[in-house]
């Protein structure tokens, strides 16, 4: 079955990036001008998603006014024929349906998933955590959903992670390797390095199949009280053929302030107009 859904939750209070999460979602924090929100829809539209389903929390009206392409400033703009920026949001807006599922509490990022569940429906689905930009490479989501068509099971993304961040993070137990496909038995949160199954951690990119929403309420809240994404796939890996995918792009984790700049001066040093600038600047700062 084809995938056309994809589940972006956005509705985390982002303690991490504090004090600037205080008034702005996380979601519309810029890499270098580009909220990471867009880049997640945009991923999706390459990929052939034709409808995203954003999970905002009661106070997000920000995330649905910045992809309105009829607010003022769009309009003023627009009579002004200013702003690439915006057309690029216009353009985003007419290639994919966005339609919005209130998560009322930040009870997880699983918990977020399983508002969605009735605008998904009973088909296949993705999900986007904007937070981990990947920049350059194939279409990490397309992909994936290329590996879904063969196998209807779950498709997780991973990356290599270096050994001392192994215990916080989710890793895969591959069992039989093609390239950059895996096939896995299980999936393990946060093990010692000891006990890690291998060095493939998770990242923020999944396609799932619709069984996953089964598995979520059948998911007793973990870590900090909140009820994990992980946790449920890890269920689902017991009854479902699983797939991990090693993306070839490049990860940048910009839920927090060190990972943002990194992904910022990335993306600065690929612009024609700032290269230089930057560059001389940073030579400067760290000769
Ligand atoms: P994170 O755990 O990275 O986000 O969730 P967070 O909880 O907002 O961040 P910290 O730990 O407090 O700094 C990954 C994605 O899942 C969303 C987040 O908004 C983020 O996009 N999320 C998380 C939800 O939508 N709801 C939740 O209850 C938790």
Same mark, same amino acid.
């Given at each position: 079955? =084809?995938?056309?859904?994809?589940?972006?939750?956005?509705?985390?209070?982002?303690?991490?990036?504090?004090?600037? &999460?205080?008034?702005?979602?996380?979601?519309?924090?810029?890499?270098?001008?580009?909220?990471?929100?867009?880049?997640?829809?945009?991923?999706?539209?390459?990929?052939?998603?034709?409808?995203?389903?954003?999970?905002?929390?009661?106070?997000? /009206?920000?995330?649905?006014? +910045?992809?309105?392409?009829?607010?003022?400033?769009?309009?003023?703009?627009?009579?002004?024929?200013?702003?690439?920026?915006?057309?690029?949001?216009?353009?985003? &807006?007419?290639?994919?349906?966005?339609?919005?599922?209130?998560?009322?509490?930040?009870?997880? =990022?699983?918990?977020?998933?399983?508002?969605?569940?009735?605008?998904?429906?009973? /088909?296949?689905?993705?999900?986007?955590?904007?937070?981990?930009?990947?920049?350059?490479?194939?279409?990490?989501?397309?992909?994936?959903?290329?590996? +879904? !068509?063969?196998?209807?099971?779950?498709?997780?993304?991973?990356? /290599?992670?270096?050994?001392? &961040?192994?215990?916080?993070?989710?890793?895969?137990?591959? &069992?039989?390797?093609?390239?950059?496909?895996?096939?896995?038995?299980?999936?393990?949160?946060?093990?010692?390095?000891? /006990?890690?199954?291998? =060095?493939?951690?998770?990242?923020?990119?999944?396609?799932?199949?619709?069984? %996953?929403?089964?598995?979520?309420?059948?998911?007793?809240?973990?870590?900090?009280?909140?009820?994990?994404?992980?946790?449920?796939?890890?269920?689902?890996?017991? %009854?479902?053929?699983?797939?991990? +995918?090693?993306?070839?792009?490049?990860?940048?984790?910009?839920?927090?302030?060190?990972?943002?700049?990194?992904?910022?001066?990335?993306?600065?040093?690929? !612009?024609?107009?700032?290269?230089?600038?930057?560059?001389?600047?940073?030579?400067?700062?760290?000769?």
């Amino acid at each position: 079955m =084809n995938v056309r859904k994809a589940v972006i939750p956005t509705a985390g209070l982002g303690t991490r990036f504090l004090p600037a &999460t205080k008034a702005i979602p996380k979601a519309l924090l810029p890499v270098l001008d580009t909220p990471v929100i867009h880049l997640a829809v945009e991923e999706a539209v390459v990929a052939g998603i034709d409808h995203v389903i954003m999970v905002v929390s009661p106070n997000q /009206e920000a995330i649905s006014a +910045y992809f309105d392409a009829s607010s003022d400033v769009a309009r003023m703009l627009e009579r002004q024929g200013k702003s690439a920026l915006l057309e690029r949001v216009s353009d985003l &807006t007419k290639k994919v349906t966005i339609t919005y599922a209130q998560q009322r509490e930040p009870l997880g =990022n699983g918990h977020a998933v399983l508002v969605a569940k009735k605008e998904v429906g009973d /088909e296949p689905f993705a999900v986007l955590l904007p937070d981990d930009v990947i920049r350059g490479g194939d279409s990490t989501i397309g992909r994936m959903i290329d590996i +879904y !068509r063969e196998t209807g099971g779950p498709v997780i993304g991973v990356a /290599e992670t270096p050994e001392e &961040t192994i215990p916080q993070k989710g890793v895969v137990a591959p &069992t039989r390797q093609d390239g950059r496909v895996y096939e896995i038995s299980g999936l393990v949160e946060k093990p010692s390095i000891e /006990e890690a199954p291998s =060095n493939l951690a998770v990242v923020g990119r999944y396609v799932l199949p619709p069984e %996953t929403f089964s598995a979520l309420e059948r998911t007793r809240p973990g870590a900090g009280g909140e009820i994990w994404l992980a946790d449920g796939i890890a269920a689902l890996l017991k %009854t479902h053929r699983g797939t991990a +995918y090693r993306f070839s792009g490049e990860l940048f984790d910009t839920g927090v302030p060190a990972g943002m700049l990194k992904a910022s001066l990335r993306e600065a040093l690929e !612009r024609d107009d700032i290269s230089d600038e930057i560059r001389a600047f940073i030579r400067d700062l760290a000769p």
